[in-house]
C-alpha cells in the first residue's frame, strides 16, 4: 500500500508544479507563442504563479520551524 503524502511533500510538489507552468508559460510568451491561441496564457499568469509558489515556500518553511518532524497530510 501506498505511503500517504506529508504535508511537507504535498507543498514541495505544489511548489514545483507551479514553477514549472511559471516556467512554462514564461518561455511561450517570450518566444512569440502568446499569438496563439492561449488567452490565459500571459506574463501576469506567470507572475502570479510565481508569487503562488513563493507563498507555498513560505508556508512549509513555517511548517518545517514549527514541526520538524513529518507530519502526515489529512491527519489531526
Known amino acids: 500500500m501506498a505511503q500517504p503524502v506529508t ?3 504535498l507543498l514541495r ?3 514545483q508544479a507551479y514553477e ?3 516556467g512554462l508559460i ?3 510568451v517570450v518566444s512569440g507563442a502568446h499569438d496563439a491561441k492561449m488567452p ?6 506567470a507572475i502570479e504563479y510565481r508569487e503562488l509558489a513563493e507563498q507555498l ?3 512549509l518553511a513555517e511548517l518545517e520551524a514549527t514541526s520538524p518532524a513529518e507530519t502526515t497530510s489529512g491527519q489531526s
Open 40 to 45: 490565459r496564457w500571459d506574463e501576469q499568469r
Open 13 to 15: 510538489l505544489q511548489i
Open 20 to 22: 514549472f507552468y511559471a
Open 57 to 59: 515556500r513560505r508556508q
Open 26 to 28: 514564461g518561455r511561450a
Open 7 to 9: 504535508d511537507k511533500e
